[in-house]
C-alpha cells in the first residue's frame, strides 16, 4: 500500500490543477455569494481545461512533430519537379524550414493567392493536404476545448 | 440573473441621482429605488431603477435604464455607446420596437465613465442558455404568439426605410460583395487590435470567405445579433430589440442566417429555441417580400464561424492583457478551437 512517502514529492502540475479544479468547485464555489459565486465556478472550469491541456500536452507535441514531418515530405512529393509560382514556392520552403502556425498561415495564403496560377488540380491537392494536418491538429486541441 | 446594489456602487448611485436631477426640470429628492445590476452580457455595465422624485408636492416615477461603458468592453472597437444612442434615436418613431433613448454623456466627469440614459422597457430576458430560460421557451412556442412577434420584428427591421430613418450614418456599402467583403475586412480588424492571430484554419475560412462573397440585392438594417437573448419579452411579444453593437446596413440574409444557425439553439430544431423553421420561412418571406436564400445563409454562417473565433480572440485578451477580471472571459481562450473545428466542418474537412 502506498504511504505519504512513496508520493512524489513535488505534484505534476496537471494533477494539482485538476485537484484545485475540484477544491474550487466542491468546497470553494458552493460557499461564494453574490457576483463571487459565477466567477468560483469559472474558476474551475479554466482550472479544469488548463489541466487537461497540460496533462495531454507530451502527447499532443509528440503528435504534431509526427504530423509536421509527414506534411512536409508530402508537400515536397506533390511539388517535386513543378516549376511553382513564387509566393507558393517560398511558402512551401517556410512549412519545411519550420513547420508551426505562423508557417502553415503563409502557406494557406499563398495558396489562395496563386490559385489560379497554380490550376485547380494543383490547388486543390495542397490545399487538401494542409488540411489533412489541420483537422489532426484541431482534434488534438478539442480534447481539452470541448 | 441580477443582483440587488450593494454598497460598493453608492458613489456611482449618487452620481446617477444628481445627473438626472440636473436633467428633470423640477425633480426634486429624486432618488433611486429598485435597483438591479444586471450581469448577463458582456459589454457594459448597466443600472436598471426606477427614479422617483416629488414634483409640485406630488410623488412622481419613471424607470430608467442607465448603460455605461467601463473603457474595456468587448467590440470596444466596433461600437462606441454614442453610435448606440444615435441607433436608438433613429429607431424612435419607426415600427422597430427599441427602447427611447433620453441622453448620452460622454463627459467623464459625470459618473466617471460615458453613458446613456434610456427607457426601462417593460419585459424580460430569459437566457436561452439556461435551463429556465429554454423551458421558458419552449413554452411560449407552444403558445404561439411569441414566435410570430419575434419575425415580426426581424421582418420590420429589414422592412425600415433606413435612409429616411437617418442610419445612412453607420456606412453603406457599394454594390456586388462590397458587404460581405466589408464584414470580413471589420473582423479582421477586430482580431488585428486584439494582437496578432496565427490560426491556419481562421486563415483557411478567411481566404474561403473573400474568394466565395456573395452579392447583396438589397440592403436593409442589420441588427447583427438577432436572436433570444437579445430582446425583451413582455406579455408574449416582443418588447424591445436590444443589444445595438453589431448593426449595420447590409443583406438581410445576414440576420436570417444567424436566426437558421444551429449555435443559436440547444437541444431543439425550433430556430432561436423558439421558432418553427417553416412558420419562420413563410412569415418572414410573406412580410418582407424577400426569399430566403439558403445558400447565402450558409456564406453568411461561415462568416459567423470567423465572428465568433474574433469575438473571443478578443475576449480572452482583455482578460490576458489584464483589461478585464471577469473569467468568463478567460473561459473563452477554449472556445476559440471549437470554433474553428465547426468552421473546418463546414471548409469540408
Known sequence: MATHRDRAVVTPPAELLARMSVTMKTAIAPNTTGTAKPQAYMAAVVLEKLAKQLELAPAHAAQQASDAESLIADLTRLTASLSLPDGTTAAVSGVSAACNAVSICTLVQALYADRTLLGDDLFAALLSRVRVALRADINRRMEFSA | ?349
Open chain 2, 1 to 349: 440573473m441580477s443582483t440587488k446594489q450593494g454598497d460598493s456602487g453608492s458613489d456611482r448611485q449618487q452620481r446617477i441621482e444628481a445627473y438626472l436631477t440636473s436633467r428633470i426640470p423640477g425633480a426634486d429628492g429624486l432618488h433611486m429605488i429598485n435597483i438591479e445590476r444586471p450581469t448577463v452580457g458582456w459589454s457594459h455595465e448597466i443600472w436598471l431603477f426606477d427614479a422617483v422624485w416629488s414634483e409640485s408636492g406630488r410623488e412622481v416615477g419613471r424607470p430608467f435604464c442607465v448603460r455605461l461603458d467601463p473603457g474595456n468592453t468587448l467590440l470596444r472597437h466596433m461600437s462606441s455607446l454614442e453610435t448606440q444612442f444615435r441607433v436608438l434615436k433613429c429607431l424612435e418613431n419607426t415600427a422597430v420596437p427599441a427602447p427611447e433613448a433620453y441622453w448620452y454623456e460622454s463627459d467623464l466627469a459625470i459618473i466617471g465613465k460615458p453613458f446613456i440614459v434610456m427607457d426601462r422597457v417593460p419585459g424580460a430576458c430569459p437566457n436561452p442558455w439556461g435551463s429556465d430560460g429554454r423551458r421558458y421557451y419552449q413554452e411560449a412556442s407552444g403558445r404561439g404568439v411569441l414566435p410570430g412577434s419575434f419575425t415580426q420584428a426581424l421582418a420590420d427591421l429589414h422592412n425600415l426605410d433606413w435612409r429616411a430613418a437617418g442610419l445612412d450614418f453607420l456606412g453603406v456599402p457599394g454594390p456586388g460583395k462590397d458587404f460581405a467583403l466589408g464584414e470580413v475586412a471589420k473582423w479582421k480588424e477586430l482580431m488585428s487590435l486584439a494582437g496578432v492571430v496565427h490560426e491556419p484554419i481562421l486563415e483557411d475560412l478567411i481566404c474561403w470567405l473573400e474568394e466565395n462573397a456573395p452579392t447583396t440585392d438589397r440592403l436593409s438594417l442589420i441588427h447583427g445579433a438577432y436572436r433570444t437573448g437579445n430582446l425583451l419579452i413582455h406579455d408574449d411579444r416582443v418588447s424591445a430589440v436590444l443589444d445595438w453593437e453589431t448593426q449595420c446596413i447590409g443583406d438581410p440574409m445576414y440576420d436570417v442566417a444567424y436566426m437558421l444557425s444551429d449555435l443559436n439553439r440547444e437541444g431543439t430544431d425550433l430556430l432561436s429555441n423558439l421558432v418553427p423553421r417553416d412558420e419562420f420561412f413563410r412569415q418572414y418571406e410573406r412580410e418582407t417580400g424577400l426569399e430566403i436564400d439558403e445558400e447565402k445563409c450558409r456564406y453568411y454562417n461561415m462568416l459567423y464561424c470567423m465572428r465568433s473565433v474574433a469575438f473571443w480572440v478578443s475576449a480572452s485578451g482583455l482578460y490576458a492583457d489584464g483589461s478585464s477580471g471577469d473569467l468568463r472571459l478567460a473561459r473563452t481562450a477554449w472556445s476559440i478551437p471549437v470554433v474553428l473545428d465547426r468552421a473546418a466542418r463546414e471548409l469540408g474537412y
